[in-house]
């Protein structure tokens, strides 16, 4: 066996018995550069020193390079290590690790140290823990609010199992953004994320903005996988319903040989495309593109979804006041 099988092998266990899917040469359109810059090194070098783990490392992101050498990170809490073992994903599963009690005060340390003016927390899914790790996010939450008091903060997390309490200890911990994933399309469910349920994760993002209506929300999904884009217009009705404001989508990359196959590399213009039909839906927000991903240049975008917000509601006053006077 050669070393990277190996490594495949220790690193996901529990797909050690899934067949191969020969991984596919990529599109023109979706090759990047491998990361060289030095401000990349930089960043790497500070999240080793403060034992932070990356969702941009964990699961091998494309857009790394680029967001690192423009000081974006997805910072990944409770662990490297997931309880689920989802087709799609890269992260590590097996049994968790103890939680690092100071993960949250090294986390608000790197938020400090870099400047940043946006910050995305993401994690692993914690089914072990009674709250799913909900406590620990707030923990996290409350750290940074404190020590980078600048920083505007988005949660990308899992669905907590459904554990009573979880999602509103995150909510009360009042993130400018609560994004969770839906990945796919329900029918893809039980092959491509077998350990959650769909309703459940559209459920956690309704709830959440009726926990606290001035919080954003968001959710993404992954194109490429074998659904239909009736299917995926489907989700973006359901995400609607839920109140969703930010939609990104993007092309699913294979990880390994163990992970789903590509069912197809979707082109550019069908993105766009689908980011039209998405906008006519009435998402504050829509980022559609091959290479794009939940937390890609979140920053960036939360500047432009703060910016729809007001415009919206600007556009209402002004309805109102309208509708005022033509009944006067």
């Given amino acids: 066996m050669d070393d990277a099988a190996t490594i495949r092998r220790l690193r996901h266990p529990e797909k050690a018995h899934r067949p191969d899917n020969p991984i596919q040469r990529k599109p023109s359109w979706i090759r990047v550069k491998a990361p060289v810059s030095p401000e990349y090194q930089d960043l790497r070098r500070l999240m080793r020193s403060l034992n932070l783990n990356t969702v941009c490392e964990e699961a091998a992101c494309p857009n790394i390079g680029e967001c690192w050498t423009h000081g974006h990170a997805t910072v990944m809490i409770l662990g490297s290590v997931c309880t689920r073992a989802c087709a799609f994903c890269n992260v590590a599963t097996g049994r ?17 140290k870099l400047g940043l003016n946006h910050l995305v927390i993401t994690s692993v899914d914690r089914d072990d823990l009674d709250d799913g790790g909900a406590a ?24 907590f199992k459904g554990k009573p309490g979880a999602l509103e200890t995150v909510v009360e911990a009042r993130p400018d953004v609560f ?22 994760s559209l459920q956690l993002l309704a709830r959440a903005k009726e926990l606290d209506p001035s919080i954003f929300t968001k959710s993404g999904l992954m194109v ?29 990359l294979q990880p390994t040989p163990k992970h789903a196959r590509v069912d197809r590399f979707v082109p550019p213009e069908e993105f766009q495309r689908a980011e039209a039909v ?16 939940s937390s890609y240049l979140a920053g960036d975008d939360f500047v432009k ?15 109102r006041l309208a509708d005022l006077a033509a009944t006067t």
């Fill in 224 to 252: 490429g996988l074998g659904e239909t884009m009736d299917e995926v217009y489907q989700v973006m009705d359901d995400q609607r319903s839920a109140d969703v404001d930010f939609l990104t989508i993007g092309q699913y």
């Fill in 136 to 159: 620990h996010f707030a923990a996290t939450i409350k750290a940074v609010r404190e020590q980078a008091p600048n920083t505007t903060i988005e949660v990308l997390t899992p669905d």
């Fill in 96 to 112: 968790p690790d103890q939680l690092d009690p100071h993960e949250p005060q090294h986390v608000a340390e790197a938020a400090a």
């Fill in 278 to 293: 998405a906008r006519g839906k009435g998402f504050l927000m829509v980022s559609a593109s091959p290479l794009t991903r």
């Fill in 305 to 319: 979804l703060r910016a729809a917000r007001e415009a919206q509601l600007s556009g209402l006053g002004s309805m």
């Fill in 179 to 200: 994004n969770h994933n839906l990945e796919t399309v329900p029918r893809l469910y039980p092959s491509i994320r077998p350990g959650a349920r769909y309703f459940t």
